[in-house]
Nanobody
């Protein structure tokens, strides 16, 4: 079993930055596919960024968000710059051991964190 715990969310003004962290415990996830998703009420969970050998970004965040991982710390980060009000959501990290690559679908991930709220004010 892998437990994921996110942190780093909060309230920020438009144009500001936040860095989300996701710490994994239970197993090292060096060879896991990892992703950051976000969700707003009434909408499906949306993939923001993924990492698994290569990197994927949703068009809406390209050039503003960066996903990275520190395998020594078993941690995945999401650096979010130039934040916009439409980035407001609960952000979740996810991990899956079955395939080291880019997983685009939420149902492809076995492990999820509890989520962290990001609110961007205009």
């Amino acid at each position: 079993q892998v437990q994921l715990v996110e942190s780093g969310g909060g309230l920020v003004q438009a144009g500001g930055s936040l860095r989300l962290s996701c710490v994994a415990s239970g197993r090292t996830f060096t060879s896991y596919a990892v992703g950051w998703f976000r969700q707003v009420p009434g909408k499906e969970r949306e993939l923001v960024a993924a990492n698994g050998g290569s990197t994927y970004y949703a068009d809406s965040v390209k050039g503003r968000f960066t996903i990275s991982r520190d395998n020594a710390k078993n941690t995945v980060y999401l650096q979010m710059n130039s934040l916009k009000p439409e980035d407001t959501a609960v952000y979740y990290c996810a991990a899956d051991p079955s395939f080291f690559g880019i997983k685009l679908r939420a149902d492809g991930y076995a492990y999820w964190g509890q989520g962290t709220q990001v609110t961007v004010s205009s």
